[in-house]
């Protein structure tokens, strides 16, 4: 069966002509305003259309053509559109590329150039539902919400899988970001404890003052403002897991009574004289390197022993090679869906400054950024801007070098566009690039055609 394209333009004769010179390729269908343009889109969802600027009833404006764009895009984001532009409309095009347009010709178009131009697009259409089909597996098989591919997560899974049906105490290593949390809670899900309750504490977040009293609890009196008896949260994981995070902070003076409860299994409150038994299991995240905090006399020796029986390192974002862009487009989908805006996709430059950034706050640094774009973004594409991604001074990430950069582009484009009198094609394939890249390339540089 051939492809379906869509041919979309008010001139007769330009239909006619089109269609003949590519039924030989595809299957055609025509339409000449928008209510015959989104029936055909509705119903044979073709993965290429031919869209015209000037349509009914407004044809001497581009207005009608963009707005025939924008819910093309809404209701197929997919398809790939092509725009048709008239010599008058130059200065459209660019608008078109970034209301997420595939490309655009100048008509009369060329035939063969238009034929190279659709074959790449139904190749690209093609790849991309390869993708996308190859991915959904992975995604509706996450492994307890987590989504990786890359070595290093296929390994902390793996070790989930060997950990999760023991009762040893697990310890969990890993910068700030990067999923430690949900580790500890995949662990109880697939565990024998996962009825019980799963009790997460942070350490760092809590007064040195307060935390022994939120660990074990207190007696009514025991302090002043100490009005009523409390349970802590060891005893509250009674039956379940207890995750403590960020536990490198912990004080010395709560580390040895941790210590104790590990051994016997028992506490007691604060202000208290019996023991009460306690059945948890016990989980430790931190970002702490608590080897040199033993070296420096700030966390104890047994103890350190008593927790990492098992230790699970999880890779930053940056080390993970192929899951940063599966875990954006994950995140886009979840927020595009939650603000009813499902057909946003990313444009190139978003796509690229997501794969350069170093993400220091790794995948709650991601996840944060694309809801933010999601909320900020116009019309149906996230672009770089966007995503307002920064280093930890608050400047662009290498501002000097990308200047620099940009200047040897903006050089290289002018010249070659000087060279052969401002024709894209030519332009292009003298600097190796496509048509689009080359589009894209002057809208991010300022370079106006001529």
């Known amino acids: 069966m051939k492809p379906a394209l869509l041919i979309v333009d ?10 003949w010179a590519l039924c030989g390729d595809y299957t055609i269908f025509l339409a000449e305003d928008r209510a015959s343009a989104l029936e055909h889109v509705r119903a044979q969802r073709p993965a290429v259309v031919l ?4 349509l009914p009833p407004h044809p001497a404006t581009p207005e009608e053509g963009f707005a025939i764009l924008a819910q093309i895009l809404a209701c197929e984001s997919r398809t790939k559109v092509i725009i048709l532009s008239g010599q008058g409309e130059r200065t459209n095009s660019l608008r078109a590329i970034g209301e997420g347009a595939y490309d655009f010709l100048c008509k009369p178009p060329e035939v063969e150039e238009l034929k190279v131009i659709l074959k790449r697009a139904f190749h690209v259409s093609q790849l991309e539902s390869e993708f996308r089909d190859s991915q959904e597996p992975d995604q509706k098989g996450s492994f307890e919400g987590m989504i990786g591919s890359s ?7 793996e070790t989930i899988r060997k950990v999760s049906g023991k009762e040893a105490p697990v310890l969990i290593l890993g910068e700030s970001g990067t999923g430690k949390e949900m580790v500890a809670r995949a662990i109880h899900h697939r565990s024998s404890r996962k009825a019980g309750s799963f009790v997460a504490i942070n ?10 009293s939120e660990l074990f609890g207190h007696e009514k009196g025991a302090f002043t403002g100490a009005h009523a008896q409390r349970q802590g949260r060891i005893e509250m994981a009674d039956g379940g897991t207890l995750l403590l995070d960020e536990f490198g902070e912990l004080p010395l003076a709560i580390q040895v009574k941790l210590l104790r409860f590990l ?36 966390f104890r020796e047994d103890l350190f022993y008593r927790v990492a029986v098992v230790t699970i390192k999880l890779p930053p974002l940056r080390e993970r090679l192929g899951d940063t862009m599966v875990l ?6 979840k927020y595009a869906q939650e603000n009813g805006r499902s057909s946003l996709k990313f ?6 400054a997501i794969e350069q950034h170093n993400w220091p706050g790794n995948v709650r640094e991601l996840e944060n950024q694309i809801r933010r774009a999601v909320i900020m973004a116009d019309g149906s594409t996230v672009i770089a801007e966007d995503l307002e991604l920064r280093d930890s001074s608050g400047e662009a990430p290498l501002r000097s070098l990308k200047e620099a950069r940009e200047e040897v582009d903006r050089q290289m484009v002018q010249d070659a566009l000087r060279k052969h009198g401002s024709s894209i094609t030519a332009t292009a394939l003298e600097l190796g690039i496509s048509r689009p890249t080359l589009y894209e390339l002057m809208e991010k540089l300022g370079i106006k055609r001529d």
């Open 10 to 19: 008010d001139d007769e004769d330009i239909r006619t002509q089109l269609k």
């Open 51 to 54: 869209l015209d600027l000037g």
């Open 151 to 157: 070595a290093p997560m296929q390994s902390v899974f």
């Open 203 to 212: 350490c760092a977040a809590i007064p040195e003052s307060l935390i022994e």
């Open 263 to 298: 051994q016997e299994q028992t506490i007691e409150r604060i202000g208290g004289r019996k023991e009460i038994k306690v059945d948890a299991r016990l989980i430790t995240a931190t970002n702490v390197d608590l080897k040199q905090a033993m070296a420096l006399g700030k």
């Open 328 to 333: 954006a487009q994950a995140f886009l989908r």
């Open 347 to 352: 444009r190139q430059d978003a796509i690229r």
